[in-house]
């Protein structure tokens, strides 16, 4: 299977000071979603695995999450998408139902008006709503979640 994009499920739990491109935000605890996309060699997993690396150089806006120690990884969707850009399709389906941080991760995509989302919602029922618009999005030939919140990964399809 092409895995070439990807939603980050992170829980944040203590401030986290993210740097923006010419300034920061301080993000407050709760549960986000980074998009992400590669069609680079492995694909959205081998991204997944860099940014869940805590021996990595700082070289993405979500690794000054993903490096703090207030930040866990819960869970992540893999998806296989045949849409021209990704990213783009799925920023602008997360914006219509969630808070987001402009800008964030999405400087080089004007259209895109963020790739972090804000879910006020509980983990359970934001994943929920998540999987939702992403089976919806025509251009998803596939998408699974991989639940990283316990001791063992559980695929969700």
């Not at 739990?13 to 680079?40: F, H, N, Q, T, W």
């Not at 799925?90 to 969630?98: D, E, I, P, T």
């Amino acid at each position: 299977m092409d895995w070439n994009c990807y939603v980050l499920v992170l829980e944040v739990m203590c401030d986290i000071e993210a740097k923006l491109a010419r300034s920061s935000v301080i993000l407050k605890p709760g549960v986000y979603l980074y998009i992400g996309s590669s069609r680079g060699p492995g694909g959205a997993l081998a991204r997944i695995i860099r940014h869940v690396s805590s021996s990595k150089k700082a070289w993405w806006h979500v690794d000054s999450l993903t490096l703090s120690p207030c930040c866990a990884l819960k869970g992540f969707y893999l998806l296989n998408s045949a849409c021209k850009d990704c990213e783009l399709e799925v920023s602008q389906r997360l914006a219509r139902l969630f808070s987001y941080v402009p800008g964030f991760g999405s400087a080089d995509k004007p259209q895109s008006p963020s790739h972090l989302f804000i879910c006020s919602e509980d983990y359970e029922n934001c994943t929920c709503k998540v999987y939702s618009i992403l089976e919806r999005i025509e251009c998803v030939v596939d998408v699974i979640y991989v639940d990283a919140g316990g001791d063992n990964l559980r695929i969700i399809k």
